[in-house]
């Protein structure tokens, strides 16, 4: 039997993504939509032939409505930054699996004082399982990427720029949350989390960031607090790299590259380079499944359903990746004083 599924939030993500991939899942079955208002939540609902219960702050079946009903076993959080921890907490204690958006939380924290109030309330909460989304796991092209990576030998330097020019008009910019941000690092923390993800999981689970120091800048008045920031990263491997972001800028991106004792690897969007110290270079085009999210939504469905959580999609893994986009904007803020990570071995107690 499928597992009954709310989905909660009416933005471009939970229309565009989150929605067709629930529809999608064979383990997973969407029973309601949550949006602040009603004309929000038929939005997101569009088309779909199935029905959708609708709920909303404007009528009088709201959030707490959903929490009650025995056929919701799950619910995605796909909600504004600084607004979804309350509604992962309530969720949760109504014993409702969640699979929140990332960042796990809007700082360091927020995140581990969730992370720790989860664990000790679990078997009040009927064993529900708590989830942080993160599709940039999910995509192929970096999978493969890092099975070239072991092929290379030890990881000597890597190297990530991403760059983007984002324009007043823009969707994305144009949802009130992001245009106004009250979250920290405004764009650079909303898809920084995903950059540093995708090196994390490039790096190994052997290879993590124990010391990194930054500068940071604002170069568009339309993109606060900060949209550009440069890092250098120093592991336990006692190598180190280099982490560029900007959201403000000409230059041209994406790359992750990743240097080994036998040659290098870069993944550019699909492509997936390998250039072996001996040996002729060769780029793959490696399909991804859209953004990733497709298969994020099913691994999450198919761990719930074999009554496992998905170690990939744990709330520690998305806290190590917000606290790297953390420490980079506290060392900008200090004029590139250097920081120290506590939270980048998270399958280590």
């Known amino acids: 039997m499928a597992i009954g599924v709310a989905l909660i939030g009416g933005g471009i993500w939970a229309k565009?993504?989150?929605?067709?991939?629930?529809?999608?899942?064979?383990?997973?079955?969407?029973?309601?939509?949550?949006?602040?208002?009603?004309?929000?939540?038929?939005?997101v609902a569009?088309?779909?032939?199935?029905?959708?219960?609708?709920?909303?702050?404007?009528?009088?079946q709201g959030y707490e409505d959903i929490l009650k009903r025995d056929d919701?076993?799950?619910?995605?959080?796909?909600?504004?930054?600084?607004?979804?921890v309350p509604f992962i907490r309530s969720a949760l204690s109504a014993g409702k699996h969640v699979l929140s958006e990332k960042p796990v939380?809007?700082?360091?924290?927020?995140?581990?004082?969730?992370?720790?109030?989860?664990?000790e309330h679990k078997a009040a909460h009927k064993d529900a399982t708590w989830s942080v989304a993160e599709n940039f796991r999910y995509l192929e092209s970096f999978k493969n990427a890092r099975l070239e990576?072991?092929?290379?030998?030890?990881?000597?330097?890597?190297?990530?720029?991403?760059?983007?020019?984002?324009?007043?008009?823009?969707?994305?910019?144009?949802?009130?949350?992001?245009k106004n941000p009250t979250h920290q690092g405004g764009f650079l923390l909303?898809?920084?989390?995903?950059?540093?993800a995708a090196l994390r999981g490039l790096l190994g689970s052997d290879v993590h960031v124990t010391r990194l120091a930054a500068f940071t800048t604002l170069l568009k008045e339309h993109l606060p607090p900060v949209d550009t920031m440069d890092a250098i990263l120093k592991t336990n491997t006692g190598i180190q790299g280099t982490f560029q972001s900007s959201v403000a800028t000409t230059l041209t991106g994406p790359e992750w590259t990743i240097a080994c004792?036998?040659?290098?690897?870069?993944?550019?969007?699909?492509?997936?380079?390998?250039?072996?110290?001996?040996?002729?270079?060769?780029?793959k085009t490696i399909p991804d499944e859209r953004t990733g999210v497709p298969p994020e939504i099913r691994a999450w469905g198919e761990a719930l359903a074999a009554g496992r959580?998905?170690?990939?999609?744990?709330?520690?893994?998305?806290l190590a990746d917000l606290e790297l986009i953390q420490l980079m904007l506290r060392s900008g803020e200090k004029e590139g004083q250097p920081q120290i990570c506590q939270h980048q071995t998270p399958g280590q107690k």
């Open 16 to 43: 565009e993504e989150h929605l067709p991939a629930i529809l999608a899942s064979k383990d997973l079955e969407l029973k309601a939509i949550y949006s602040r208002s009603l004309k929000s939540a038929k939005d």
């Open 46 to 60: 569009g088309e779909v032939s199935q029905k959708i219960d609708l709920y909303s702050e404007d009528t009088s």
């Open 72 to 84: 919701i076993q799950a619910l995605v959080v796909s909600l504004p930054i600084a607004n979804q």
């Open 105 to 119: 939380a809007e700082n360091v924290a927020d995140a581990v004082n969730l992370i720790k109030w989860y664990h």
């Open 149 to 178: 990576i072991e092929k290379l030998g030890k990881i000597i330097g890597f190297r990530v720029r991403i760059y983007a020019n984002i324009q007043e008009g823009w969707k994305f910019f144009e949802t009130s949350w992001r």
């Open 190 to 196: 909303d898809g920084g989390v995903h950059y540093t």
């Open 261 to 283: 004792e036998k040659g290098t690897v870069t993944v550019a969007k699909s492509e997936v380079t390998v250039r072996p110290v001996d040996g002729e270079e060769v780029t």
């Open 309 to 318: 959580q998905n170690p990939e999609q744990s709330p520690e893994e998305a």
